[in-house]
């Protein structure tokens, strides 16, 4: 979101890090201008490194500290990855961000970088639609290990990789969904007769989820989402996916 005006691609052109830099203030207070149009107080910016360096996002989060947060982005396999670590959340980061297909669940690696992510407190955000096949039986592990850590599954877990951790989110209650992307779409789908289980209980599962978006023009889209899921489910409800579950987990 964040580098869509400060991180452009021209022809094969890639700019370098002190090109970007002067462009981040103005695409901060773009973004911000965007929350305002929606009512959104905070957002969480989510790097991807490194075609998305976390260091631009520290940048974006210091220029609009009142609204804007951060989270990091480590490669396990990359050279110091503690190190890095520690040094995003020293700067700032709230949450640690794994990408998929930078790091194999059963690396050992991994698991001591999940580790001491959540001894410095940070909350796990995985990307996850579908790949890789390992991450739900890992996350399942995590969770249960890690009992006083949360971990948020990004993107909804996909179109196709949802069904794999919506029931690892009903039964495990420090597993998250977020509801950018691939959740519009399944809400859309013939496929959302299967989430009709998430309004049932006393305290539907839909409380579950996280607000989440890929870009500020998919907004409304979300919002739509959530509406249709949380039809004549209380107040209560609405308040903890679009601000309580994040607000709690981010430690606002």
């Known amino acids: 979101v964040l580098l869509e005006r400060a ?61 804007l947060l951060t989270a990091c982005s480590v490669i ?20 640690l961000k794994l990408q998929p297909m930078q790091y194999d669940p059963r690396d050992p690696v991994v698991e001591r970088l999940v580790y001491e992510a959540i001894a410095l407190d940070m909350p796990l955000l995985f990307h996850y639609t ?7 039986a890992w996350l399942e592990h995590l969770a249960g290990t890690f009992r006083q850590a949360n971990f948020v599954v990004i993107h909804f877990g996909g179109i196709y990789g949802f069904q794999s951790v919506l029931p690892l989110a009903h039964f495990l209650s420090n597993v ?48 739509g989402a959530i509406d249709a899921l949380t039809e004549g489910l209380s107040a209560e409800v609405v308040q903890a996916i679009c601000r309580g579950n994040a607000a709690r987990l981010l430690k606002l």
């Open 7 to 67: 991180l452009r691609h021209k022809e094969r052109e890639q700019f370098t890090l002190d090109q970007l830099r002067p462009n981040v203030s103005a695409a901060a207070k773009w973004l911000v201008e965007q929350m305002d149009k929606k009512n959104i107080e905070k957002s969480l910016l989510v790097p991807v490194d490194p075609i998305m360096p976390t260091e631009l996002y520290v940048q974006a989060a210091k220029e609009i500290p009142d609204r």
């Open 76 to 95: 396990p396999r990359s050279q110091n990855p503690l190190d890095q670590l520690k040094r995003w959340r020293d700067a700032g980061a709230r949450a």
């Open 130 to 136: 579908d790949l890789p096949s390992a991450f739900p």
């Open 176 to 223: 998250w969904l977020e509801t950018s992307t691939a959740f519009i779409r399944v809400v859309a789908s013939p496929q959302r007769a299967q989430l009709q289980f998430l309004r049932e209980g006393q305290q539907p599962r839909l409380a579950k989820l996280i607000f989440g978006s890929e870009h500020p023009s998919d907004y409304d889209a979300v919002f």
